[in-house]
């Protein structure tokens, strides 16, 4: 009994030390800004943080947009406001779906790579021989992917709308028939700018904050063994969208909880 | 006059402990400026737990580590990382940075601590380069080299700073009979030419006794017996000879601690 209760009271202590270890990282990671000499390096993460997850992210995107148009007509069509579509569309998306699935995607298209790319260097003995050479792995590594990974969600995000409303527009006027005319006004008419787009972007600035925390957390911190890496890249994964989710229901309930 | 009057590194009363195990146990080692020392003893003794902890990367639970009078466990990050310019390390692995080319690695610390033009870091980096044989390699990446000659890329990175200190863990291990003659020597060049300190941890006994000029042999948490190479041979004690013969019998066990073999046979 009381060999339980302590294992569980280590375990808890555990959890909490490793939190307190990632937050020194993020906080040491936040304020290495990328100086001069680390621009070449943000630059360089950002193509392959966020450049090569627009693939992805366009598909993604197109599909859902192009789900969500013909389920909602099925069912606005039988109250006859089908032209409401348009608002649906782009409301579920800039609100909820593209901060959420860009999140989503995002953590398991970059997130695992990053998880597993620092935890290499650290088992190849790499980020030893920074320290070695006099250049602290959380400036050179950690810090530029820290801010790509950040940065690069809410503009993912942004395309994902983009994409997504094209896509609905695809399938609700060009193949369902819906007049264009209202199908975009309707949309104008609801979809406002500080409530719903600028907040849409606070959520996938906060899931990238969250998302590229937990990645490169993980991979700085895995045991340096083969086993060690792919357990880390599965909790970044895991983590990052168990985050995804509970931060979107805090932040919808402070944002839209109201109205 | 003994070598260890002036010492760059005083290294006194360390333990250190992974676990229940004690790697050191209150140790005194001192490195002489300006010459090469090796460290040597029976793989797991903790050599290159040593050079991590002159490297500042594990703290000691108890002792001190002064450098050139910093102690290393009691500074700042900042002030490490301050040191450690002073440092070039050959690490048993070679870590290259696997994202860079040949030539990129041994520029990396040229680039990050000095102002030299293209020019001249080109310079530099095809000498150190060459130094090492690997010229020819420069463009090639790491995953393209063998292990022996990432290692080699690893050490002409060591030395690109010429730095004060540079601890070299097993740099002839995997290199054919040339290579090991070549490096051996280069080893000793630099040392006599720039004036720097080595570190040596290697097992490789008649090559690494030739070049140091102190020895440092560690077993078993202690250091069993220090001195030239010429005390040590001089030295009556079994497990000295035992391990500079290399007898697989004697008091330096062969085995990393465990159970009684038969013991542990029996129980299935
Ligand atoms: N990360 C670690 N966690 C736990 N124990 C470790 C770790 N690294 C090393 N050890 C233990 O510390 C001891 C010393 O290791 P070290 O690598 O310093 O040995 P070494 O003398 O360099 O051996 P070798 O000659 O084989 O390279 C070993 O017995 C090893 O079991
Ligand atoms: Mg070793």
Do not use: C
Not at chain 1, 229 to 252: K, M, N, W
Not at chain 2, 102 to 124: C, G, K, W, Y
Request: charged fraction near 15%; charge should be negative; proline fraction near 4%.
């Amino acid at each position: 009994m009381f060999t339980k209760i302590q294992a569980l009271g280590a375990a808890g202590l555990d959890k909490l030390e490793a939190f307190g270890r990632s937050g020194i990282i993020l906080s040491q990671a936040v304020f290495a800004i990328p100086g001069r000499q680390a621009w070449p390096l943000f630059i360089q993460q950002l193509y392959s943080v966020g450049v090569l997850s627009l693939i992805i992210i366009i598909v993604s995107g197109l599909f859902i947009g192009m789900v969500l148009s013909l389920q909602g007509y099925t069912i606005l069509v039988d109250y006859g406001s089908e032209q409401a579509v348009g608002q649906m569309v782009a409301l579920s998306l800039v609100r909820e779906l593209s901060p959420v699935v860009t999140a989503l995607l995002f953590a398991g298209r970059a997130g695992s790579a990053l998880t597993a790319e620092i935890g290499l260097m650290k088992a190849t003995e790499q980020l030893s021989s920074l320290e070695m050479i006099g250049v602290d792995p959380l400036r050179r590594i950690i810090a530029p992917r820290f801010w790509a990974g950040m940065l690069s969600l809410p503009l993912l995000s942004m395309i994902f709308s983009v994409v997504g409303i094209w896509g609905g527009m695809l399938v609700g006027v060009d193949w369902l028939g819906i007049y264009e005319g209202s199908f975009w006004s309707n949309m104008q008419n609801s979809v406002d700018f500080s409530e719903d787009v600028v907040n849409g972007l606070i959520k996938a600035l906060v899931f990238g904050v969250a998302v590229t925390w937990i990645a490169v957390y993980q991979g700085y911190d895995s045991v340096p063994t083969s086993e060690g890496i792919s357990q880390a890249t599965t909790r970044t994964v895991v983590y990052a969208s168990l985050a995804v989710l509970g931060l979107d229901f805090i932040l919808t309930a402070l944002m839209f909880g109201d109205l | 006059m003994s070598y260890l009057d002036d010492s760059i590194i005083d290294i006194r009363q360390l333990s250190f402990a992974r676990g229940d195990r004690a790697i050191f146990d209150a140790v005194d080692i001192r490195i002489p400026r300006g010459k090469i020392t090796a460290v040597m003893g029976p793989s797991g003794t903790g050599k290159t737990t040593l050079l991590r902890l002159i490297g500042g990367q594990l703290k000691p639970d108890q002792g001190q580590i002064v450098l050139d009078n910093d102690n290393i466990p009691a500074l700042s990050r900042k002030e490490l990382f301050k040191v450690r310019e002073k440092m070039g390390m050959l690490f048993q692995s070679g870590a290259l940075f696997t994202d860079m080319s040949v030539f990129e690695n041994v520029a990396f610390p040229i680039r990050v601590h000095t102002d030299l033009s293209e020019q001249m870091i080109r310079d530099v980096v095809l000498m150190k380069l060459h130094a090492v044989g690997l010229r020819g390699a420069a463009d090639m990446m790491p995953s393209e080299l063998s292990g022996g000659m990432a290692r080699r890329v690893a050490l002409a990175r060591a030395i690109a700073l010429d730095p004060d200190l540079v601890m070299y863990d097993e740099p002839f291990t995997g290199q054919d009979p040339i290579a090991m003659g070549v490096l051996v020597n280069l080893i000793a060049r630099l040392n006599k030419a720039l004036g720097h300190t080595s570190i040596i941890v290697s097992h490789d006994i008649n090559e690494t006794l030739a070049i140091a000029d102190y020895i440092y042999l560690i077993a078993d948490a202690k250091v069993l017996a220090h001195g030239t190479a010429e005390e040590l041979r001089g030295n009556g004690s079994e497990q000295v000879r035992q391990f500079l013969d290399g007898l697989p019998d004697g008091p330096v066990p062969f085995h990393f601690p465990a159970d009684d073999y038969l013991d542990q046979l029996m129980q299935g």
